[in-house]
């Protein structure tokens, strides 16, 4: 997974399979730089948001 953004040291937002997904775990984000890879052994959670027609979609699809 490829790094976009990061939120904080615990929470990044990555690409995967050009999907973007919001990444949680402890320490993730710590001394990394978007264009990096994230190792999958730190993760805890993750979340995708669904895409409807090509485009995100918000509570209520």
Do not use: W, Y
């Amino acid at each position: 997974m490829k790094i976009i953004k990061i939120f904080n040291n615990n929470v990044v937002l990555a690409d995967q399979n050009s999907h973007q997904i919001v990444l949680i775990g402890k320490g993730l984000g710590f001394q990394k730089k978007p264009g990096m890879t994230i190792q999958s052994e730190k993760l805890s959670k993750f979340t995708r948001q669904p895409k409807v027609n090509g485009l995100a979609c918000s509570m209520t699809c």
